[in-house]
């Protein structure tokens, strides 16, 4: 079944440490998407991918990274983690730009 | 570019009532248009997609979505809501296929949904 994953759903770290979060998809999209989005607001584009080899930054500055080295697979990564990132954050894929989005059910990360 | 305007932040319904969810969008060309739905603590979910043809369009749950292109708004509705429709909805353009927007999706700001018993 195609699908979009990430994991974990749920991380609390404390202030400093690096953390991955990890984001799949199973569709063969091209296209995927970071968004960070806190409770009950809108969603801001952080990162996104155009292919393998390919990452992109959005509207919103962030001071994670991506990678994109296979096509399924699209991690972020916060080298120091701070209290300020605690937020919700979702990946998403699509076969086109302008195509409907495919969302992961979301990171939710708490930085103490 | 284009941009999503949900004018109602939030809006509130009681169990069995019909629902109108407002958009309004600005774009010069025809945009692809989406409606999501977002439970607590979760992605999002595709309701409906509006890319050419009629101009209403069924989704799933029982919504559905005029596009007015003289009104530059494509509205959701539902007959008939139910508790479990309590939810967050965003409404979403695209650049209609053009190859702009290399940054995909341009969503709404949201509109809570509140269901009174």
Sequence with gaps: ?112 | AQSVTQPDIHITVSEGASLELRCNYSYGATPYLFWYVQSPGQGLQLLLKYFSGDTLVQGIKGFEAEFKRSQSSFNLRKPSVHWSDAAEYFCAVGAGGSGGGADGLTFGKGTHLIIQP
């Design chain 1, 1 to 112: 079944e195609a699908d979009i994953y990430q994991t974990p759903r749920y991380l609390v770290i404390g202030t400093g440490k690096k953390i991955t979060l990890e984001c799949s998809q199973t569709m063969g999209h091209d296209k995927m998407y970071w968004y960070q989005q806190d409770p009950g607001m809108e969603l801001h584009l952080i990162h996104y991918s155009y292919g393998v080899n390919s990452t992109e930054k959005g509207d919103l500055s962030s001071e994670s990274t991506v990678s994109r080295i296979r096509t399924e697979h699209f991690p972020l990564t916060l080298e120091s983690a701070r209290p300020s990132h605690t937020s919700q954050y979702l990946c998403a894929s699509s076969e086109w730009p302008d195509g409907e989005q495919f969302f992961g059910p979301g990171t939710r990360l708490t930085v103490l």
